[in-house]
């Protein structure tokens, strides 16, 4: 099957071991993957922060990257949030007509890793080996905007070696919400200091989450909460295989 | 009405000093989760929620589609029924005119109703400056009230405090308004609902005047619905002889048979309970029951203009049952007063800026008051669609300022869209950032200056990788091998 790879902004730039991971999986289940080179940027800082003007270019060379794709593959329920849901209202308020039949033929084909595993290729256990105690944070947007339910958990506990422990309360946000990070701190780290309290409660050593923002966030506080406990994409841990020990 | 400065700190230093509220912290954390969990319950009881809820939805937006018919509708309906119907555009003149149905009986006391819309326009203190004094009758607005405190909660304006401060504020304050609280009073829950049992009894039999508002609006029949717990609001509604009522033009429903699925909707999501333990149903005067003189101040106060915006006008819907309150992780963090306005909360984020404009910095700042979790919109039983209404008011908001700060914001925007707009600039930006990648290392990155310090004063930030997703590809995958 082919694929095309959408790394996102933040896995492009700050994450691309995430990026790397989620093109590993998809080749070991047999998937041609391709990159294509125009790609930038879903356009969700802009739009969510209220710049949809601004966010027109990012549109834009998304679907121009994208179009002809039968399966657009990200590692982040939260852009592909805002390709299924906000991209339509970013283009029908640029008033450009062309645009919007571009958004509507192209969202349809975008999945989050998880979303596409499950339902597109239908496998949970994808041959991976993860030794070690960890935690799952079911990020808002790919829980509530994406409803990918359980996906993600039923990947992970596929995997050999693995321990997973429940989150408790680990369907409340954490606290990142994009520039909300920035436009209010003190409740940020608040929701973050609350989290990675129930985080080390669990005694995992990995907190992994669909979405490298949230993985930011949290990451933050933790390193500087010099608690030990890392940081996981979900693609990162379904990467590893048993032969890579 | 737009451009009232509302004279509060914007959401941001509200919320910045009531994070470090351990004490505040604790009362919302425990008050929140109680409630979240026994809505959960209630409404899981229900095969049929989903269909009640799109119900909901439905018939509030098809009311607020023809309001002006059912309005028409409503006012026929309350004067053959005896009643007389007034029209307030503002907060001003709803004011004026309640004042005046006030002077009109002769009486300088009033007991009150818990209501929404009167604390929307400042009514007591309004009140207070004509010489007349209207006493508060909901168990936690009372407190409140005697407080000389502000709400915090649309249902639960007092969950910001705890027993213990209930009870000071009780032997400190009942004295100067009627009824003292007994000197031994503890803080056990029956011994403070009786000693305001006590204190409100005598306003009771003194009154001859209520005010109200109301929980919906029957436009076939002209009746009132108000719902309630204690009991208290119904004395109010049939023991004084002159009934006021202050209601939003939003709370219209079109028939008596339209409140079957909000008496369902409304108490399940706001209180948890199935059905709630009182629902008075007022439809004009009755000889020798209930009030003979009753007057409904139809409120408008921003309303219209709300009802004109597509996207806005569905938090027109809301029916006050204050679930998304509950479940808002920022509301539970930051309390209801930073949110600086009597709708606190999600709902407050998107009813307030359309209510009052984004002019001033304290509504503007409260559309990014939520890190659109959708929380709120996932308990909302007339399904508004909270988080889109958010981001729709910050494209409104990007528009209409032109601050200093709100131009720098914007040309920054502009700036990384047009980075955005091409893979190619996206890639220069890219290789600079991963030169300071390489400075740093892959440790995370320790406090930085502002703005980068809003990040960086609590959490670590990531060192830009070394080498892109894009460079990587380029390197190991196209053989064009780009090696800067
Ligand atoms: S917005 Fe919805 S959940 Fe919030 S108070 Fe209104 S009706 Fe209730």
Redesign the pocket.
């Known amino acids: 099957m082919r694929v095309a790879l959408f790394a996102t902004c933040l896995g492009d730039t700050l994450f691309p071991g995430a990026v790397r991971a989620t093109l590993r999986v998809l080749e070991r289940l047999g998937c041609t993957v391709d990159f294509p080179p125009g790609q930038t940027c879903c356009g969700q800082m802009h739009t969510n922060t209220g710049y949809h003007e601004q966010a027109v270019p990012a549109v834009r060379s998304f679907v121009t990257a994208f179009e002809g794709y039968d399966h657009v593959v990200a590692p982040s329920g939260s852009c592909v949030g805002s390709i299924r849901h906000q991209h339509d209202i970013v283009a029908e308020r640029s008033g450009d007509r062309k645009l919007s039949e571009a958004v509507d033929r192209v969202s349809p084909h975008v999945y989050e890793l998880s979303e596409f595993l499950v339902d597109v290729l239908g496998v949970t256990d994808v041959g991976s080996y993860f030794p070690h105690r960890v935690t799952y944070h079911p990020t808002c947007h790919s829980l509530r905007m994406l409803r990918v339910g359980d996906k993600p958990r039923r990947l992970l506990s596929e995997v050999r070696g693995i321990r997973l422990l429940e989150l408790p309360e680990a369907e409340q946000c954490c606290g990142f919400g994009g520039t909300f990070a920035l436009k209010n701190p003190d409740v940020s780290v608040a929701m973050g200091a609350d989290k990675t309290r129930h985080v080390r409660e669990t005694g995992a050593e990995v907190l992994c989450a669909s979405d490298s923002s949230c993985l930011m966030h949290l990451g933050g506080l933790l390193d500087r909460q010099r608690e030990g406990i890392r940081t996981m994409h979900l693609a990162e841990i379904l990467a590893g295989t048993e032969e890579d020990r | 009405m737009s451009g009232v400065d509302l004279g509060m700190p914007t959401f941001p230093d509200a919320a910045h000093r009531a994070v470090r509220d351990a004490q505040l912290r604790h009362n919302l954390g425990r008050a929140t989760s109680t409630i979240r969990n026994k809505r959960a319950a209630v409404v899981d009881e229900l095969d049929d929620w989903e269909q009640l809820r799109a119900s909901g939805a439905a018939i509030k937006a098809h009311t607020l589609s023809r309001l002006d018919t059912y309005l028409e509708r409503f006012e026929s309906a309350v004067t053959a029924a005896g009643g007389t119907v007034h029209w307030a555009r503002d907060a001003a003149e709803a004011n004026r005119i309640v004042t005046e149905l006030v002077r009109e009986t002769g009486e300088t006391e009033a007991v009150k109703v818990k209501s929404m819309a009167t604390q929307e326009i400042g009514l007591n203190e309004a009140l207070a400056s004509a010489g007349i004094s209207a006493w508060e009758t909901d168990l936690a607005e009372l407190i409140v009230q005697l407080d000389e405190d502000r709400p915090s909660h649309?249902l639960v304006p007092a969950i910001h405090r705890n027993r213990s401060e209930i009870r000071e504020i009780f032997r400190r304050e009942m004295s100067g308004s009627g009824a003292p609280a007994p000197a031994d009073l503890t803080d056990d829950p029956v011994q403070l609902a009786e000693a305001a049992r006590h204190h409100l009894r005598e306003k009771f039999l003194r009154a001859n005047v209520a005010i109200s508002g109301a929980n919906f609006a029957v436009a076939e029949t002209g009746s009132l619905v108000v719902v309630e717990s204690e009991g208290n609001g119904r004395m109010c509604l049939t023991m004084p002889d002159n009934l006021i009522s202050v209601v939003g033009i939003e709370k219209l429903v079109p028939s008596w048979r339209d409140l079957e699925v909000f008496l369902q909707l409304l108490p399940r999501?706001?209180t948890g309970e199935r059905m709630n333990p009182y629902t008075s149903v007022l439809s004009g005067v009755t000889e020798e029951d209930g009030p003979s003189n009753f007057h409904v101040v139809l409120l408008d106060n921003g309303r219209s203009e709300a009802l004109a915006d597509e996207v806005g006008s569905q938090?027109l819907?809301?029916?006050?049952?204050?679930?998304?309150?509950n479940v808002c992780p920022v509301y539970e963090r930051a309390g209801g007063h930073a949110y600086g306005s009597v709708y606190p909360?999600?709902?407050g984020a998107?009813?307030t800026p359309q209510l009052y404009g984004v002019e001033s910095e304290d509504t503007a700042s409260l559309p990014y008051a939520s890190t659109l979790c959708g929380a709120?919109y996932d308990?909302?039983?007339?399904?508004?669609e909270?988080p889109e209404l958010l981001v729709h008011l910050r494209h409104r908001t990007t528009r209409e300022r032109k601050g200093w700060f709100d131009r720098l914001t914007g040309t920054a925007m502009r700036g990384l869209g047009w980075v955005f707009g091409d893979s190619k600039r996206l890639g220069r930006a890219q290789r600079i950032a991963s030169l300071g990648g390489r400075l740093f290392g892959r440790r995370g990155i320790g406090r930085l200056p502002w703005p980068m310090s809003r990040w960086t004063d609590a959490r670590d930030a990531p060192a830009p990788a070394s080498e892109s997703f894009r460079q990587w590809w380029e390197r190991n995958r196209t053989g064009s091998g780009d090696e800067r």
């Open positions: 649309i999501s706001s938090a819907r809301c029916i006050r049952c204050s679930a998304c309150l909360g999600p709902i998107v009813l709120c308990v909302c039983p007339v399904a508004i909270i």
